[in-house]
Every structure is written in structure tokens, then in C-alpha cells.
């Protein structure tokens, strides 16, 4: 059966997770990605836990393996005069490229989209970098910790009385891969119906702000500029993760439990056994509960503590109330939902060897996605890419290897 973009042809330039994880999408439905890569300069992310004697060398990287699935991988050392000029052979056989260098580096190599445009009218090429092609902070080549910051994720995340602590890993290149995907796609009908290539331009910071959009009305209607409350709402409570009994020598184990109003406590009441505390006037009425919130967490607490983090999700979420075990890396891999919809997929990557790889979540009930193949460890697929793709003979691709343009 042919997936949802069988046929179509991804070229992508880069490096890290953000732009990498936008061509994810379509690689996973059938689209043929070819990631270009060079052994001058290899991936950062090819470069995490990498050390002289590293065992597996440039290709042990588990963060490479994990973004990188279902992707050939070529190696094109564009410091040498001819890779800009093999680089643009690429072009005319894509569909679309992809990019997520700082802005100068494409126009230095002759591949900015007026260049291409002119030999490839209906490309469609996506720039994602930190802070777009324009304006005076253009050209700060930086990653998502610095989108973290910049977009106003830090100033939200952590406790009041402390410093900013920031999301976890790196928020903004998490979520402009799923702009990739949205604007990329669109390209595509775009250029079904009309004929007609286009040039997008991302920010990874304003793909960032947008998601904090709420945050910028209160500032700009009030004048208040919202900060830190840890897991705690503005708006409900109880609201945050609770400790929860052991699991064998794991006592880190949480739950994480939504009231939102009046009703949510009611049910949350009858489901805890209506102890006699929750009847005390303060707990009555969500105003309350907020005003004394020191005191309702600490109540809620000493009804989790006794119980396992399962059984107060089964139990609360029975009588209608939001609750979540606050899951590990373990429990994921265990969970009956994501096995169910067979989020997980085993690869057999060369190096690596057998590993667990995600599907991006998205299903299409009649092309379903599909893991074909573990990332590429670097220049895996060269010869077969230029030599079956772009139909470049034995002889010249040979002499273009021995030439060192293929490093």
C-alpha cells in the first residue's frame, strides 16, 4: 500500500533535532528524505557523548538515531569547490529542501532560494533557524536553550521564590518541527494547485511565542506579566504532582492531579472517602482552596502518599476527575495505550544495535506510517543516492570519492 507521501523527495541540510525532526513527519508516511551531511563537520548531535575512542565513533549517537529514522544519509563536504555544484544536482531531483543553518550559510554556498529558484521553479524550500532570515538578531546562530529563554518559556517555568529553571530539554526545537510539518504540507497542496514553489521563512522563537500567546494578552490588556508559579494554576486547585508510595526501590513515583472547579471537587471528595477535613469551609469554593493551597497540598498529599501513583490515576479518573501517573522512561515503554497504537517501533540500527524508535503520533487510518529503517550512520547511503537517484555514473562518482568531495 503507498503511503501518504510516497513519491515525494525531501533533500535537508542542518544539523540537530529542529529541522531534522520536521522532515521526520514525512519520512515516516513515505516521502524519501535524504540528509546531507559532511565528516568536516559533522552533526553536534552525532558529537553528544563522543569522545577519541568513543566505541562506535561518530555514529554511537543515541540522539541522532532517535531523529534521524527512516532517512538515507549521504556525506558532501561542501568545502570543497565541487560540493556547492553537486549540492545544486541534489536540488533539481528534490521536492523540497529543508534547512536549519544560520541564514548566511546557504548564500554562501549559492543556495538560497533565489539562487535555486532559478534551476528548480517549483521548489519548495523551508528555512527554520533561531530567529528567522531577518531583522538584527538574524545572524545569533543559536539553539533551542537560547529559543527556551528568549521565547519566554524560562520566565514560566520553575518556583516563584527561585530562579528560572526552563522546560525541560529544548522546548523551541521541539515545537517548530511541527510548524515544519504544517507549512511544508501546505506547500505541497499549494504547489498541487497551482504549480507554483514557494520560500518559507520560521522562527523558532516566534513559533515559541505563539505558543504562549495567553501570556502576552494578559501583559499587554493588564500589564501584568505572569511568572512562576511552579505546578500550581492561577485559575484551580489542587492542581500539581503529588508524591505517591513506592514502587519496590523507586520512590520517586507522582501523580499528577487537575481540579478545576467546584464539581471536579465534589467528585474528588466522594472518590477520596469524603474525609473531614475536605468538608472545612476554607476547601469549599475554588476561591478557597487557592487562598489556602498550602494546606489543601498538604491534605491531598497525605491521601497519595499511602497509595500507589496507579491506583490514585484508576481511582480519580473513574470518578471523572484529570489525573496522570507522572510516568519514567521505563513506564512508557510498558504503557498499554502507547503499545496499543504502537508508538514504539524496534530498529536495528549497525552501530547501536537493536533500539526502540517513535512514530511522530500522527495517523492516517489507510496510509498508515511506517519505521523502514534505522538513521544512517554518516555517508551510509552515498553511493546508492548518487548513483540511483541522481544517476550519476560509476566512473564520475568515483573520481568525485577519490577527489574527497564525498566527506
Known amino acids: 500500500m503507498a503511503q501518504l507521501f510516497t513519491g515525494l523527495k525531501v533533500l535537508e541540510f542542518g544539523g540537530g533535532a529542529a529541522g531534522p525532526l520536521g522532515t521526520r513527519y514525512f519520512a515516516d508516511h513515505g516521502a524519501t528524505v535524504v540528509r546531507v551531511e559532511s565528516r568536516q563537520r559533522p552533526d553536534f548531535i552525532r558529537l553528544l557523548r ?17 531523529v534521524n529514522v527512516n532517512k538515507y544519509g549521504i556525506a558532501l563536504n ?4 565541487k560540493g556547492p555544484e553537486i549540492a545544486r544536482r541534489l536540488v533539481k531531483w528534490a521536492d523540497v529542501l529543508a534547512e536549519n543553518f544560520a541564514p548566511k550559510a546557504m548564500a554562501k554556498w549559492g543556495l538560497d532560494y533565489e539562487s535555486l529558484r532559478n534551476i528548480k521553479p517549483d521548489l519548495i524550500m523551508i528555512s527554520t533557524c533561531l530567529n528567522g532570515q531577518t531583522g538584527p538578531e538574524r545572524n545569533y546562530p543559536g539553539f533551542g536553550g537560547q529559543g527556551s529563554a528568549i521565547s519566554g518559556f524560562n520566565h514560566l517555568t520553575g518556583w516563584p521564590d527561585r530562579e528560572p529553571l526552563g522546560p525541560y530539554g529544548t522546548i523551541t526545537d521541539s515545537l517548530s518541527p511541527r510548524f515544519v510539518a504544517l507549512l511544508v504540507g501546505s506547500a505541497l497542496l499549494h504547489r498541487r494547485r497551482t504549480g507554483q514553489g514557494q520560500y518559507i521563512d520560521l522562527s523558532q522563537v516566534e513559533g515559541g511565542i505563539v505558543c504562549l500567546s495567553e501570556n502576552i494578552v494578559t501583559q499587554t490588556a493588564t500589564g501584568e506579566a505572569l511568572g512562576r508559579l511552579g505546578n500550581r494554576s492561577r485559575h484551580a486547585a489542587p492542581h500539581g504532582a503529588f508524591r505517591c ?9 507522582w501523580v499528577a492531579i487537575a481540579i478545576h472547579d467546584d464539581g471536579d471537587w465534589q467528585r474528588f471528595r466522594r472518590a477520596i472517602g469524603d474525609p473531614s477535613w475536605a468538608a472545612d469551609a476554607p476547601f469549599t469554593t475554588t476561591a478557597g482552596r ?7 497540598e498538604a491534605h491531598v498529599t497525605s491521601w497519595t502518599r499511602t497509595r500507589s501513583a496507579e491506583e490514585v490515576m484508576a481511582t480519580l479518573q473513574a470518578a471523572g476527575v484529570d489525573a496522570g501517573v507522572v510516568e519514567n522512561f521505563e513506564d512508557l515503554t510498558r504503557d498499554p495505550q502507547l503499545a496499543h497504537r504502537r508508538h514504539f517501533r524496534e530498529v536495528e540500527h549497525r552501530v547501536i544495535g537493536k533500539h526502540l524508535a517513535e ?12 519505521i523502514r529503517m534505522a538513521a544512517p550512520c554518516l555517508g551510509e547511503h552515498s553511493e546508492y543516492v548518487y548513483r540511483e537517484l541522481l544517476g550519476m555514473s560509476a566512473e564520475e562518482y568515483s573520481a568525485l570519492l577519490a577527489d574527497g568531495v564525498f566527506q
Do not use: C, I, Q
Not at 561542501?78 to 569547490?81: G, N, P
Not at 508510595?245 to 513515583?253: G, L, Q, T
Not at 512514530?359 to 511506517?370: D, L, Y
Open 245 to 253: 508510595a513506592a514502587r519496590d526501590d523507586d520512590d520517586d513515583r
Open 78 to 81: 561542501m568545502s570543497h569547490a
Open 290 to 296: 487557592l487562598a489556602n493551597v498550602d494546606a489543601l
Open 50 to 66: 563522543y569522545t577519541p575512542g568513543t566505541e562506535g565513533g561518530l555514529d554511537a549517537s543515541h540522539m541522532f538515531a532517535m
Open 359 to 370: 512514530t511522530n503520533g500522527t495517523r492516517f487510518s489507510r496510509t498508515p506510517e511506517e
